[in-house]
């Protein structure tokens, strides 16, 4: 197993775990190596577009459907609260996890709050709506935008 | 990628930010994206689906349409 698919697993292990970005200290420890070779897989993970880092290329920004920073969408799983990146991501999170729980975010335009239980086939039947306003071909040239 | 309470609210947030009313998309469709994208990332072989897999998943929810293709020029070059 090479050492990015190493540092990928762990980070996702983290954030399944803790709800929260990893430091790159903590995955060095889970993988055991140091924090040099950890932010140089972190490099390469960027750009194969599996993580979107900070300007400080250490702290992690998403990796996809986890937040590493608090948005107005949060998925409810086993008593952990976990930042979505966005709406997808907020159904993203309990399907990563398998498990059921509970999507909080809201409308964008009315603010209007939005609470869905997820369970493990999806939400029930509902009339709220999805909009996306980036192009698919678009959706990495800002993925914060998108 | 936001939630809107309906096409109406959707309108009204497109004019007022000047921006394209795009293809909307249900709540149940939203779900079968997610565990489309999602449902394996935990997984170590997981890996982002690719172009050809992209447009398969969209077209399987009848989301079809420069819009949804990945690789379309239509809105300039990616």
Known sequence: ?146 | MLFFRSEERVREWCEALGVPLRPLVRIDQLWALAVAWYATRLQPTSRRPQPDEMRRIFASLGLEGDFWDPQSDRFGSA
Request: glycine share 8%; with cysteine.
């Open chain 1, 1 to 146: 197993m090479d050492r990015d698919l190493d540092v990928k697993i762990a980070v996702y292990a983290h954030f399944a775990e803790e709800a929260r970005r990893p430091a790159p200290g903590e995955i060095a420890r889970r993988v055991g190596c140091g924090v040099p070779e950890v932010l140089a897989s972190y490099a390469r993970l960027r750009a194969q577009r599996v993580l979107l880092l900070e300007e400080d290329g250490e702290s992690i920004r998403m990796a996809p459907p986890f937040s590493g920073v608090p948005t107005q969408h949060v998925s409810v799983v086993g008593g952990r609260r976990y930042f979505a990146n966005c709406a997808w991501d907020s159904f993203g999170i309990p399907a990563a996890l398998g498990k059921e729980g509970t999507v909080e975010s809201r409308c964008e335009q009315s603010r209007e709050p939005l609470r869905l239980a997820i369970g493990r086939d999806g939400p029930p039947p509902s009339d709220w709506l999805f909009h996306c306003a980036v192009p698919a071909a678009h959706w990495w040239d800002d993925l914060v935008l998108t």
